[in-house]
Every structure is written in structure tokens, then in C-alpha cells.
């Protein structure tokens, strides 16, 4: 059989249904590329090979006894480490959390257990998710696949740079304003934020708890489907999970059709501060839906010029609140000043070691926006602005099926290049940062390679709320019309690492 690490996971599964394969097969097969490669990349935090092996075992056997827990009983999967694990140590990224064990796993973790998938390792991230390079993990920077010298897009750079380079076919991520799509477009891969509240949040480290949302990562739309499926429904350990019954997200991938969708171009992200290879590629792939029978429609969402700003009230406000329970008290680090001193005194040393310099800069941001003396000013205010975003998307999708726009504003960027900026780097959630302030689900897919710098753009598309399943339908479509294009995946055109040539 072809290198194993190169199969999909449709196809993995597939092959391993026809028992062309098994489940230790396949996984020792990525847990060699991730020895191979991930000293470069550097997409894992943690890799038990042993709790790895043990579950292929586990699978295999299913498989023998014609009783397999699902579809993808024995594909490999990475798990970005804001989701707390039992056999694995769970660090959201951080030094306070270092080492940390947790007593039970998260409810998307459990899912993919009961599902049979195999979890190869946990992926870095931005401490608690805060920032757009993971170059703010405390572990050290992910590089990109297609180039180390640059970002693979954050919070979630890990799990998108390990699906990239064929560490893991798929992977687990979070989006609280984009991390999971923003590094899909950096990477060339698939990332999807589902409805706030489709899939549980028990489990997930908080930082926004309004904004975070847990979704899947793949090199397909319908890899992304097959995860999908599987991580969604109900929770009632989560309070804001969602009580209702979901289609079957791979069916929409298979039936994709765009015969008569009309699809919305927010025209406040088409234009002005978006690189022009980005650009070239969003109206590219649009011409081509529109060729299958889809109907483009210039939307404007005025709100959206006030979304940055009123997110980076909500986030830090709510992320202050959250990460306050990191005290040194009652689990994680603790550090004790010398010659001893007060709870007080034990708290600030262990939060003054324990977090970066970006989540102190949030925090410090979130508790003065929710002081008294400032909180309707500031707070108050970015909720308002909230409600405006919210009821913009409400009117735009009277008039369409979904909206498109660009999924991030540039290619990838130079390792350090925007460290030293962080409004810059705040500003390239432009397009991303709407879908969770309102709640709806967006994907982001691969629409090419920029003319400037030959590295990969996504194309975003975002639905109302509950019809994820617009998404892959449409995404679905765009994907078999580019593939066609190009002559199959973009990744094929990845340099060395990944196997391809640029």
C-alpha cells in the first residue's frame, strides 16, 4: 500500500474496513513521520506512543470481531491541548499549567474515544489560546510545513501544522475567534467552527466562554465532515450545548450541489488590507462556483468595521474572569517568594511566572474594561456592538444561503515578524472574528497559493446558525471544482517536508 501517512482519512478508513491495513499499521505509521519531522515543525507538545499503540490494538481487535465503535474506528487524530485529557498532560500551552494531569477527559475527547479514533499525541497552541501565530505557546513556536521560517497560524498553529505535514490525518481544534480557520488558511487545510453550542465545551481550558467553540481539522472537506459527525450533540455536562439532532455533515459533502445557492460577498472583507494573491484566489474559486450555478450577491454588513475593537473587549473581559482560577491555591504551578509570604504574595509570583507576556497584556485589559468605573464604557459598550453584528448577519441571511469572504487578510508571515505588534496581529482576525461573536458556523477551505510568495490562501464561508451543513455542502462543491483545477490537493505542491515541490 501507498505511504500511509498520505491517505486521507475517508481512506484510511475505508482501507482499514477492508482489512488492506490495521489500525497498529497505520498509527506506527504517523507516530514515525511525527519522529521524522516534528523536530522541525514542532506541532506536538506531547506523544505517548505506548497509549497510542494501545488503542490501535483495542481498534484492530473490534475490527477482527466485526464489531467496530464507528466509521473511523483506528484513524489517528491529534488534540489540540486546550482539551483536557486523562492519559495525557494538559497544558493549554502554559507554564501554570505545566506537567498538569487532569482527572477526566474532555466531552469531544470521549467522543472520539467511543468512536474508536486513536489519539496520537496533544498540539501546541497560544498560551490559552491567546494569539494568531503560536509563537505565544510557552513551549516554543510552531513552524509552518510549507515554509519553517514562518507562522502556521494561531492559537491552533499545532493542530493544523501536524495535519499539513501528514503527522495526523485529522485533529481536534478550538476557535474563539478563528483558531481553528485563520491556521487553515496559513496551512492549506480544512478547519471548521461549528455552531456555538453544536459540539461540547466541557473539558476545553476556557478563555472566551461566550466566544469558544471546538472543532475539527483535516486535509478534506469531508475529513472534516467524518469528525464533525462524530464530535457533535448534545451535552448535558455543558450548559450551553444545544438540544437537537444533527444531519449527517459527510452526506452534505457527498450530495454537494450549488445549483441556485445564493452566496453573499461581504464586501467590507473584499478590498482594502488584503494581500492581492488572497483576493485573486476568493473571486477565483466565486467564479467558479458561479459557473456550477451558484449566485454571488454584494452583501454589506456595516457592523463589521467595529468588530475587532469589540471583541478584544469581550475576550480579554471574560478571559480575566476564567483564567483567575489559576491562583496557585488549587492546582498547577506555585511558586513562593523568598522567605515565604502571603496567599497574595504566593499568587502574584505564580502568575508572574506563570503566564507570557500576551496573557498578562489580556488580562490586564479584561479586568480594567470590567472595573467599575469603566465597565459600561468599555464592556458594555463592545456588548452592544455585539448585538449589532448579530443582527447584521440576521438580515444578510434573509437575502443568501452563506457568506464568503477571504478566511485571513495575508499569507503567512515571518517568525517574529509581528511579536512586537500586537494590534497588527490582532487586525488579521478581521474575518474571522465575526462568525463568534454571532454565534454561526464558518469553514475555511483552500483556494489556492498566492502569486506573491506561493504560499496557500483559504476561502471562508459562513451559514446561520444550525445549518453547519450549508457549509459542507458548499465546500463540498469548491473543493471537487479546485481539485479538478489543479490536478488534485494543494498540498501536493508543499515543499520538501510535506513531499511535494514550490
Excluded: C
Aim: proline share 6%; charged share 20%.
Amino acid at each position: 500500500m501507498s505511504d500511509l501517512t498520505r491517505l486521507t482519512a475517508a481512506d484510511l478508513a475505508a482501507a482499514l474496513a477492508s482489512g488492506d491495513t490495521t489500525s497498529v499499521e497505520v498509527t506506527q505509521a504517523h507516530l514515525d513521520r511525527i519522529a521524522a519531522v516534528d523536530g522541525d515543525v514542532h506541532a506536538f507538545l506531547h506523544v505517548n506512543p505506548q497509549v497510542s499503540l494501545d488503542a490501535a490494538k483495542a481498534s484492530d481487535a473490534r475490527r477482527k470481531a466485526g464489531t467496530p465503535a464507528g466509521a473511523l474506528d483506528g484513524v489517528p487524530i491529534a488534540i489540540k491541548d486546550v482539551l483536557v485529557t486523562t492519559d495525557m498532560p494538559s497544558t493549554s500551552g502554559s507554564k501554570i499549567l505545566e506537567g498538569w494531569m487532569s482527572p477526566y477527559d474532555a466531552t469531544p475527547v470521549t467522543k472520539i474515544r467511543e468512536a474508536g479514533l486513536v489519539p496520537l499525541g496533544k498540539t501546541n497552541m497560544d498560551e490559552f489560546a491567546m494569539g494568531s501565530s503560536t509563537e505565544h505557546s510557552a513551549y516554543g513556536p510552531t513552524r509552518n510545513p510549507w515554509d519553517l521560517d514562518r507562522i502556521p497560524g494561531g492559537s491552533g498553529g499545532g493542530s493544523a501544522a501536524a495535519v499539513a505535514a501528514f503527522e495526523a490525518p485529522l485533529a481536534l481544534g478550538s476557535d474563539t475567534g478563528g483558531s481553528i480557520r485563520q491556521p487553515a488558511h496559513i496551512t492549506g487545510t480544512v478547519g471548521v467552527k461549528p455552531t456555538y453550542g453544536g459540539v461540547s465545551r466541557y473539558g476545553a481550558i476556557a478563555l472566551a466562554s461566550s466566544l469558544d467553540q471546538i472543532g475539527p481539522v483535516a486535509r478534506t472537506v469531508l475529513d472534516t465532515a467524518l469528525l464533525h459527525d462524530v464530535i457533535a450533540g448534545h451535552d448535558p455536562h455543558d450548559s450551553t450545548s444545544l438540544k437537537q439532532e444533527w444531519p449527517s455533515m459527510a452526506d452534505a459533502v457527498r450530495k454537494a450541489n450549488v445549483t441556485g445557492l445564493r452566496i453573499g460577498v461581504m464586501t467590507e472583507l473584499d478590498g482594502d488590507g488584503f494581500q492581492p494573491g488572497v483576493l485573486a484566489r476568493f473571486h477565483e474559486s466565486l467564479e467558479l462556483l458561479k459557473a456550477e450555478g451558484a449566485e454571488i450577491v454584494p452583501v454589506s454588513l456595516p457592523s463589521l468595521a467595529y468588530a475587532v475593537a469589540a471583541y478584544y473587549l469581550i475576550l480579554p473581559a471574560e478571559a480575566s474572569s476564567n483564567l483567575a482560577k489559576f491562583d496557585s491555591v488549587r492546582f498547577g504551578l506555585r511558586v513562593n517568594p523568598v522567605g515565604g509570604g502571603t496567599v497574595e504574595q504566593v499568587m502574584s509570583a505564580t502568575r508572574e511566572a506563570g503566564f507570557g507576556d500576551e496573557v498578562k497584556r489580556r488580562i490586564i485589559l479584561g479586568t480594567y474594561a470590567l472595573s467599575a468605573g469603566y465597565y459600561d464604557a468599555y464592556y458594555g459598550s463592545a456588548q452592544r456592538v455585539r448585538t449589532l453584528v448579530q443582527r447584521d448577519f440576521t438580515a444578510a441571511f434573509a437575502n443568501v444561503d452563506v457568506l464568503a469572504s477571504p478566511t485571513a487578510p495575508t499569507t503567512a508571515w515571518k517568525l517574529g515578524e509581528q511579536l512586537d505588534d500586537p494590534l497588527a496581529m490582532w487586525r488579521g482576525d478581521i474575518a474571522t472574528i465575526p462568525a463568534n461573536l454571532a454565534g454561526i458556523p464558518g469553514i475555511s477551505l483552500p483556494a489556492g497559493l498566492a502569486d506573491e510568495d506561493g504560499l496557500p490562501v483559504g476561502i471562508q464561508f459562513l451559514a446561520p446558525a444550525r445549518e453547519d451543513a450549508r457549509l459542507y455542502n458548499v465546500g463540498g462543491a469548491l473543493e471537487a471544482l479546485l481539485a479538478s483545477k489543479w490536478g488534485g490537493s494543494i498540498l501536493d505542491k508543499a515543499p520538501a517536508l510535506t513531499g511535494g515541490t514550490r
